[in-house]
């Protein structure tokens, strides 16, 4: 379970949440909204999110029927609330970085930025809590064992992606990963962009292993917190102790217990901030003015499905 957060749950979350994926790990603010990217045709992923985070959650807990109705009904009820309440932040989002995207960014705005997204997911989870909760009560000891292989799976591409090869080809496979990254944004790389990523990601503090080791704690977190969870009582006293335990975690997750990982977090945001900032500090007028354009095909999509009542 890596920070971006019920597990890989946040593989879909963008579509719903315009503004998370990349950030994390390095891309802040326009590149953070390169995360609608992760959702090829934003409106259509909009409109689907809640089939997708189903057909997520099915595979990792494998659902019975009356689970599945169950959590149907809530994601219904998530999406409605996320287009009322939460949609017409994220426009205005877009529309500010359209003018951000014309003029020169230090880290420290870029940085600015990524902690206003940071906030609202964390918000989002907050909001989500109560509805997890509830499905959580209703699973059994053999959909936890579901989601442990499930995970284990997923550990393993994860660490066929971050832990094999060489330093170097590590190196060149993460280099190639933000590159696309910034494409998604920028179009083409000029030569100067690619120089600063090469760079960049040669002084990152980036370290696979410890944060393969993270995940796999959160994972074991939160399979844990599923168990506690279960063993209340289905009462209004035991929902609200799940929506608690549900909450810490979701807090664990942004903020690692884990001793001096917080601090190796926070560094790898800042050089995320840093490294956007240089490289949007070389993009050329051309290369902004497509970043512009992105970022309001994003908001013209995504603007139809505002509430008309």
């Known amino acids: 379970m890596n920070t971006m957060h019920m597990s ?61 109705t169950q959590v149907r009904r809530e994601l219904d009820t998530i999406y409605e609330w996320h287009r009322r309440q939460e949609l017409p932040r994220y426009l205005g989002t877009l529309d500010r970085w359209q003018t951000m995207a014309m003029s020169d960014l230090d880290a420290t705005q870029a940085c600015a930025e990524f902690a206003q997204v940071r906030g609202a997911m964390e918000g989002f989870t ?3 809590s109560p509805a997890l909760a509830r499905l959580v009560q ?9 989601l442990k292989k499930h995970q284990a799976r997923s550990n393993e ?12 080809e590590r190196a060149e496979r993460h280099l190639e990963r933000l590159t696309e990254r910034y494409e998604r944004l920028y179009g083409p790389l000029n030569a100067q962009q ?19 080791d993270e995940r796999v704690r959160r994972q074991e977190a939160l399979r844990d917190v599923f168990r506690q969870v279960m063993a209340l009582p289905r009462t209004p006293d035991g929902e609200a102790q799940a ?20 601090a190796y977090a926070n560094t ?25 354009q992105v ?10 499905f505002l509430p008309r009542d």
């Open 8 to 68: 890989r749950m946040l593989r879909v979350l963008p579509c719903i949440i315009p503004g998370w994926q990349a950030a994390a790990r390095s891309l802040v603010l326009f590149a953070t909204a390169t995360l609608l990217v992760a959702c090829s045709a934003v409106g259509l992923a909009y409109r689907q999110s809640t089939t997708a985070l189903y057909w997520w959650l099915d595979a990792q807990l494998d659902l019975n029927d009356a689970q599945s």
């Open 126 to 128: 907050t909001h989500i």
């Open 138 to 146: 209703t699973l059994t000891p053999a959909q936890i064992a579901h």
């Open 157 to 168: 591409e994860y660490a066929e992606r971050t832990l094999q090869g060489s330093a170097k």
């Open 194 to 212: 690619t120089r600063t990523l090469k760079e960049e990601v040669l002084r990152s503090s980036f370290d696979a292993q410890r944060s393969y």
């Open 243 to 262: 929506v608690s335990l549900l909450r810490q975690w979701f807090a664990q997750a942004w903020h690692s217990p884990t001793p001096g990982y917080q």
């Open 268 to 292: 790898l945001i800042r050089q995320g901030c840093e490294q956007f900032a240089q490289v949007h500090r070389h993009a050329s007028a051309e290369q902004r003015q497509h970043g512009v």
């Open 295 to 304: 970022l309001q095909s994003y908001e013209m999509s995504l603007r139809d």
